[in-house]
């Protein structure tokens, strides 16, 4: 079983764990994605769940449908998704990153700095 | 047309020494097809007893019931030729070997398909010259969800289904079930007290107290309609205020259950989640067993 967040529809964590795979090249463009019924089962959940998620994908244009065999990874994907994620990222996920640095007070400057060398920022002081 | 119908089901039992027991006091459950419920409830809720009834297998005192269409009772053979049904009790001829039993199932039932069942043992250990006897519990019901599956049925019954197996082979059944289900046509009702494992399989669900089903909905409408709001200290007495169904004090703080609730309204107070079944059942029923 699969441990899902609580407090988004599992459709919607489908559709970004395959926006994840497409982003990180997992899934190629072209490339078929399991179908449904190995989805449901697997993670033991609903198949219309599953469709749902598809369907979605495919009407972001991430997804094609393949007559008779499934669907796969469109193309232009990878660059769509990267384009709906930055998104994402700066309309939710930064926010939230935004308001726990500013609890913590940690020094905003010194973690952003630390992009370039890769590195940890220092304990602020 | 519903595969299951029924409508102010009625059942008592005559008690030893407490009187008549209610079992099931007005009960009304509908499934469509496609569509997989849960039925869920403590012991001695009259699960087991609607399960029952809509296999034709006990008498009611009362209530109108249509399953496939049919009568239960007195159309039951017509029923179990279109049905497939796994029980915790189910047992099998121990004396008889495996072909022997598909040998059997084939000559009874018009509409088993033994390849199917041939083709579905071929990925587990049981062997066609095995004596049912020998086998372990998992293997016993992996070869009676072969059999169930094997039958063109528009209905599966599984009370308790993977009650007493293990991980490995929950996850086999679970895999096989998902795999051979016909979302057009079938429709499944399945009753467990694992509710964590199949709370995500489910389309709807149905809660069953003291024989009457206390809530009938589909997921995405509980969804909808219940939310679980933590809050601390400070926000507590404005959550108490939109009226929670339930409450109760946690390592997370404390967690409040609410009914009909915008997320909006909910969520400047904390973090809002959907409850799981467990957590949904115990707020609506919790204080009232």
């Not at chain 1, 919607?12 to 764990?17: A, E, G, T």
């Amino acid at each position: 079983m699969t441990d899902w967040k609580d407090n988004e529809p599992i459709y919607l964590q489908l559709r970004q764990r395959v926006i994840d795979q497409i982003i990180s090249g997992g899934l190629a463009e072209g490339a078929l994605i399991p179908s449904i019924r190995q989805v449901a089962a697997q993670h033991r959940i609903n198949p219309l769940t599953v469709s749902r998620a598809y369907q979605l994908l495919s009407d972001e244009g991430l997804l094609d449908k393949q007559r008779g065999q499934g669907m796969s990874v469109a193309a232009g994907a990878r660059a769509r998704a990267r384009q709906t994620e930055r998104q994402r990222f700066l309309s939710v996920e930064w926010p939230e990153i935004a308001r726990r640095i500013r609890s913590l007070n940690i020094d905003a400057r010194a973690l952003i700095a630390t992009l370039d060398d890769g590195g940890a920022p220092n304990e602020p002081h | 047309m519903s595969l299951i119908d029924a409508r102010g089901l009625r059942k008592h039992y005559r008690g030893m020494r407490a009187g008549d027991v209610c079992a099931l006091d007005g009960f009304d459950l509908t499934l469509e097809p496609g569509r997989i419920l849960g039925l869920i409830g403590p012991n001695g809720s009259g699960k087991t007893t609607a399960l029952k009834a809509f296999l034709g297998l006990t008498h009611l005192d009362g209530g109108d019931m249509r399953v496939l269409g049919l009568d239960p009772r007195r159309q039951r053979k017509a029923l179990m030729t279109r049905t497939g049904y796994i029980a915790d009790v189910g047992t099998l001829p121990r004396w008889m070997r495996v072909h022997q039993l598909l040998d059997y199932v084939a000559g009874v039932h018009p509409g088993f398909r033994r390849e199917r069942a041939q083709a579905a043992l071929s990925h587990t250990d049981v062997r066609p010259d095995s004596r049912i006897q020998g086998l372990s519990r998992g293997m016993t019901v992996q070869l009676h969800l072969a059999l169930v599956l094997a039958v063109q049925a528009d209905l599966l019954v599984l009370d308790e289904p993977t009650l007493g197996l293990d991980i490995l082979y929950r996850q086999q059944f679970y895999d096989r079930l998902l795999s051979e289900f016909d979302g057009e046509r079938q429709g499944i009702l399945i009753t467990t007290h694992e509710v964590r494992e199949i709370e995500h399989l489910l389309t709807d669900v149905v809660f069953i107290h003291h024989g009457r089903a206390v809530l009938q909905a589909p997921m995405d409408d509980l969804a909808a309609r219940f939310l679980r709001l933590g809050v601390g200290p400070g926000e507590a007495a404005a959550a108490r205020a939109l009226g929670p169904i339930s409450e109760r004090h946690s390592l997370n703080g404390i967690e409040m259950v609410f009914d009909g609730r915008a997320r909006s309204e909910l969520e400047p107070l904390g973090p809002v989640a959907t409850p799981t079944l467990p957590e949904l059942f115990v707020a609506l029923l919790g204080e009232n067993r």
